[in-house]
């Protein structure tokens, strides 16, 4: 029983007063975007790159500077999905464009801090780096692979928000206040992926009886 309470825990890592404070600090940026009329894959594209560059930084030890590109890159991560909104121009390719390269962004990321860890001579949190990658990852395949099948998934306690803001304050802070959040985030994104899984296991529970259809069996059974 104590595990099943573990996959229900609702816990706000990242409280929601503080996500709602920066977005209403960052409006008028997105306001002054949407008048220009960019595409929300610029910002995203953008966004990229800047994680490119930290990563870069990461592996060659400019950990502080790092972490504050960090930062920018996830607001710009914010800032391509409320410009596409609200100038009404969310597309298919458009989300699809936004999740892969959100997901390059975080193995590249966690890559170069792994880099600079093993350089380091710092095996235990270079462990702890790739389980934070692997548990980063399951949290995004997990809720893909719900989606597609038809379930909602949006729960869970580290996801993408969370880990950006924790690599980034840790790397700004001090480099163990970095390792903290790395193996906060080797943890918790794991513990979040589990928790998916249980959450579609609940959903489904009295809708056994229905059958796939052939799509649905080629999303579950498929690469």
Not at 28 to 34: A, H, L
Not at 54 to 59: I, K, S
Not at 153 to 175: L, N, S
Request: glycine share 8%; net charge positive; with cysteine.
């Amino acid at each position: 029983m104590a595990a099943f309470k573990l996959f229900k825990m609702k816990i706000n890592i990242l409280p929601d007063s503080v996500k709602d404070w920066y977005l209403k600090l960052i409006q008028p940026v997105i306001d002054f975007f949407i008048k220009l009329e960019l595409n929300p894959n610029f910002f995203t594209t953008i966004g990229f790159i800047l994680t490119v560059g930290a990563a870069v930084l990461f592996a060659t030890g400019y950990l502080r500077i790092a972490g504050a590109i960090i930062l920018l890159a996830g607001t710009f991560d914010i800032v391509d999905g409320k410009v596409a909104r609200l100038s009404n121009r969310v597309t298919k390719f458009g989300a699809l464009y936004d999740s892969t390269l959100d997901r390059y962004s975080e193995v590249i990321m966690f890559f170069g801090l792994a880099f600079y860890f093993v350089r380091a001579d710092m095996f235990i949190t270079s462990v702890a780096v790739s389980f934070a990658l692997g548990g980063a990852v399951m949290v995004s395949y997990v809720r893909a692979r719900a989606e597609a099948l038809g379930f909602e998934c949006k729960v869970g306690i580290m996801q993408r928000p969370e880990r950006v803001v924790y690599i980034g304050f840790g790397a700004v802070i001090h480099m163990y206040v970095l390792i903290f959040a790395i193996i906060l985030i080797a943890i918790f994104a794991n513990i979040t992926a589990i928790q998916r899984i249980y959450h579609i296991w609940t959903q489904e529970n009295g809708k056994k009886k229905i059958k796939l259809t052939s799509k649905e069996m080629d999303v579950l059974l498929g690469d």
